[in-house]
């Protein structure tokens, strides 16, 4: 398959859940926290909320991180790209993890 029309980019809006934290990769380090996004939607049967929670990784040397600080209840708009990674859980099975590595920040006020 040829790679050249292929995207990879996330625009993400939403609360953040929990405190970030600083996750040392070795090499990298990371500032993580969840984030919720909500989509509501309308239809003849009446109104439906979907809610998804997003695992963020921003690199630590991210220009954006030196603008804001950023904690629990905050409302973000970010952009980045979606990272899935294998890994082998306690029971010897194969699992997945996908990850929004953020490239760019904002905090809103609301």
Sequence with gaps: ?????????????????EDP????GG?????????LTTEK?????G??????????????????LSKIQLQVNDIIYLQGK???TAFVDGDNHKRYKTDVIANSIDQWEI
């Excluded at 050249?4 to 809006?13: M, R």
């Excluded at 939607?41 to 049967?45: M, T, V």
Aim: with cysteine.
């Design 47 to 64: 109104e439906t909320v979907q809610e998804e929670l997003h695992q963020i990784k921003v690199h630590e040397n991210c220009p954006s």
């Design 27 to 35: 090499k990298n380090k990371w500032l993580c926290f969840k984030l």
């Design 1 to 17: 398959m040829n790679n050249s029309g292929c995207v990879n980019k996330v625009i993400l809006a939403g609360k953040i859940t």
């Design 41 to 45: 939607r309308s239809s003849a049967k």
């Design 21 to 24: 934290y600083w996750l040392d």
């Design 82 to 84: 979606i990272q899935t």
